[in-house]
């Protein structure tokens, strides 16, 4: 069975509008501390979270950096948790800190089910992974550190699709946490568990530009638009704009040096976006060796939201090796009608 990307997050634009919603005072894009890039998510407060809405499902896997700036002092609390449309807890990972050391502990439908003694050190950056079924009969819940299974409950899981899923502090927090390089797969039909890929989410900006130059800039003109879409945070004075459909933007972009035994799976182009009106789309892809490949057509938001398009294979075929990352572009497409 295939499986899907939903979601994921690096907190690279420097804002929170990869996440559905958030809660509570302290939650932001931290430049403090990071895994990748230069933003990471944190929170700090009790009830203090960010969390995306997904597509119903009962099967999913993904992963995500997790960084304690110190253990947690006493009691449990969520770092980690999934939630039904009836905002019933499905399952949350846990961090409590009894004497001795920092626990990661496995909750199922409300229940204490394992513990992983020690899993959590302060000031360090671990990986966790889960893989998930919801089943009334032959569920399952896997968590990964690292890669390697920690804390596992097989056999009832619940009844009901998975709707939510949250990153942050629910309960007893009041130091910073932090967490980095998150995603979500839809695992619909697979036979098994396996171990969630570590994965990272570099980001480069535009820093020219491109073979296209038909939006127009805020800059009253189509001159050097790449100059009005390379802020971090993104501004809300620097823009594109378009009023008519099929035209076609696009910027060559920074680059990323892959590391020894480090590979680039797939190049996500992002936007931050609105629409002006109810019918207009676009569309997002990328220009490499002079082709075009361009997914399919989004519906923004009514005010500033977050689109994305995966593609795991170079245009003209064949990986997102160091030169195709070195000379790919950015494209974006204005769809729909207007």
Known sequence: MAITRIWQ????????????NTSGGGVAASTTDKKT??????????????SVTIPA?????GGFYFNPESPNQGGDINLFWIRDASNNELFAIEQTVPVGGSNLILEVAGVNQDTELGAVPANTWIHLGYDVKIDSVAGWVKIYKDGVEILSFVGNTGNADIVTVFHGNLTNAGVNQYWDDMYIDDTTGEAGAVPAPLLRFPYVVPNGNGNYSQWDGSDGNQVDNYALVDEIPASGTDYLTTSTVD???SFAMGTYVLAANEACVA??????????GVTEQLALGTRYSATDVVGSDQTPASTYDYAWERQTSAPGGGSWDQA?????EVIVKSRGSY
């Open 9 to 20: 997050a690096g907190l690279e634009q420097g804002n929170l509008f990869e996440f559905t």
């Open 37 to 50: 890039g230069s933003y990471s998510l944190t929170c700090i407060n009790d009830n203090c979270w960010a």
């Open 57 to 61: 499902t009962r099967q999913i896997r």
């Open 247 to 249: 035209e076609l933007d």
């Open 267 to 276: 190049m996500i182009p992002v936007v931050n976006a609105q629409r002006t």
């Open 324 to 328: 195709a990352i070195d000379g790919f």
